[in-house]
């Protein structure tokens, strides 16, 4: 009989093609279709969730699914990042410079001209965010073509009015730079040494200095350039601050249920929520009362996952947490997370809509990215980021293959292939294998009689079950379908409920 850990779940899991098993999820201005199948996971050992998670499982609350990435118009491939090699890109380096420069002088990084308005000087500035834009036309040849949008104003205040009027029949100055004719002189100074760059006369002492030594000729002496250290995510997050910065951010790390919540994750709940629901009504377009506190429990406070894990050395125990960023003493966003015995799984995020212009989705994730990596120094096993589903036809989700190394994960023999191996191949086709070795699912090789079931508040094998219930051989095809999707580990590590008959 198999040793059973202290989880159970009910499962019901939904035939494909079903319409209960059909979501529609929103990005942007994308609606795709989505078909998974689902159970509600009462109680989770960490160990037992990441054995899933490596199966393409996720988690909402305490449902957990996983989609029929066959059957889906978009398939949803699971990601995951190498913390311990993670490299920062262009880009995200000018984020976290960005984010730095606002919390260290206050200036906001610059989207358009500022609010109309006359300054001292006289002239005036305009604000694109505040003001309504109106695009100009202008006339290039007797054909009107739409310039730019530019601020408009409807009121009368000469210092608030852009108006531009173009003449077809004047015609167009043009400017040209006519280059002046060299002064004749006598000539550079030969007695002066040569005009150079500092660094490139430092070494040329040093050339001299070392052929000196050597008793060489100064051309036989190579010097090797010194490659400067990459600066690391953690030089970027933890950079000099002024003695009285503008603004002062703190990340709160609070335990959720079902552990033992923290007395800051019960005082910070209203607010919490409040941010939630400005998230989704502005940035998803919910319904204002979609959102409500009931809902906001399920999907992002309740969890199946247990605190403890055996032989484990996070700092922080097991579990799920939500990381609450708090910039003077308000909140700006929380990042819900799991910590596992190898992965630090982001769940879901949502921040204010006033503070966009931080990017705070992308710096929230380089900061879980971060903190994964100071796991990792306590925890070795601790190796992995997992940012959940990428899909490759979504636009508002490729952003997701630009933190590297990733990896996703190969929907045939579930092993972690590099995305830039991977997007050639879901380019062709949205559905593929992955892996290119003759790689087979070994984990989905599963002995039904060893399966473990629920049965009368009993743990039981399945085959044990089946002789306490001979005549329920219909239930057979879904046991075998339940175990080929949780695979032969988890199969045996948590207890599949079945219902007694009445």
Not at 22 to 34: D, L
Not at 320 to 348: E, R
Request: charged residues 25%.
């Amino acid at each position: 009989m198999p040793k059973f850990y202290a989880t159970w779940i009910f499962i019901k899991l939904l035939p494909v093609g079903s319409g209960d098993n059909t979501h529609s999820f929103k990005t942007a201005n994308y609606i795709y279709e989505s078909q998974a199948m689902g159970m509600w996971a009462h109680t989770l050992t960490v160990q037992s969730y990441q054995w899933l998670l490596e199966r393409g499982w996720r988690r909402s609350g305490r449902y957990c699914y996983k989609p029929t990435m066959e059957k889906c118009c978009c398939p949803q491939y699971m990601i995951r990042i190498s913390a311990k090699d993670f490299r920062l890109t262009k880009s995200q380096k000018k984020l976290l410079k960005k984010v730095h420069r606002y919390l260290s002088t206050g200036e906001k990084p610059w989207k358009g001209l500022e609010k109309v308005k006359p300054n001292s000087a006289g002239s005036v500035s305009v604000d694109m965010e505040t003001t309504h834009c109106k695009p100009i036309m202008a006339l290039t040849d007797g054909v009107s073509q739409e310039r730019p949008a530019v601020p408009f104003c409807d009121n009368n205040d000469a210092h608030c009015l852009f108006t531009e009027i173009v003449d077809k029949n004047k015609p167009v100055e043009k400017f040209t730079s006519e280059r002046k004719p060299p002064i004749k002189g006598s000539g550079p100074n030969s007695e002066k040494p040569k005009c150079g760059k500092a660094k490139q006369r430092r070494l040329e002492r040093k050339r001299q200095k070392l052929a000196a030594q050597a008793n060489i000729d100064p051309s036989e002496v190579i010097l090797l350039p010194k490659k400067p250290a990459e600066k690391t995510i953690e030089d970027f997050l933890n950079g000099p601050m002024p003695d009285q910065p503008a603004h002062r951010l703190e990340v709160r790390l609070v335990r959720s249920p079902p552990g033992q919540q923290s007395d800051e994750f019960s005082k910070s709940f209203d607010t919490t929520f409040l941010v939630y629901h400005r998230y989704q009504t502005v940035i998803h377009q919910d319904p204002d009362d979609k959102p409500d506190r009931q809902q906001f429990q399920r999907f992002l406070v309740d969890s199946p996952l247990q605190t403890g894990h055996q032989g484990g050395k996070s700092p922080h125990e097991y579990g799920s947490f939500h990381q609450q960023y708090w910039l003077d003493d308000k909140l700006i966003a929380v990042g819900v997370i799991d910590i596992l015995p190898s992965y630090v799984s982001s769940v879901y995020l949502y921040y204010d809509p006033v503070y966009s212009f931080l990017s705070l989705g992308t710096y929230a994730a380089l900061r879980e990215i971060a903190f994964t990596r100071n796991l990792m120094a306590v925890d070795p096993d601790i190796q992995f980021y997992c940012m959940g589903y990428y899909i490759n036809s979504c636009p508002k989700m490729r952003y997701k293959a630009n933190f590297s190394p990733s990896f996703l994960l190969c929907p045939k023999t579930y092993t972690w292939q590099p995305v830039e191996n991977c997007r050639p191949k879901l380019e062709c086709n949205a559905y593929s294998r992955l892996d290119e070795t003759n790689a087979v699912d070994e984990d989905g090789d599963v002995d039904l009689a060893s399966v473990a079931v629920l049965f009368k508040h009993q743990a039981l094998t399945y085959s044990l079950y089946q002789m306490l219930c001979p005549n329920r051989k219909q239930d057979e095809a879904e046991v075998q379908e339940y175990s080929r999707l949780v695979g032969r580990k988890c199969s045996r590590s948590i207890l599949l409920y079945r219902q007694s008959s009445k």
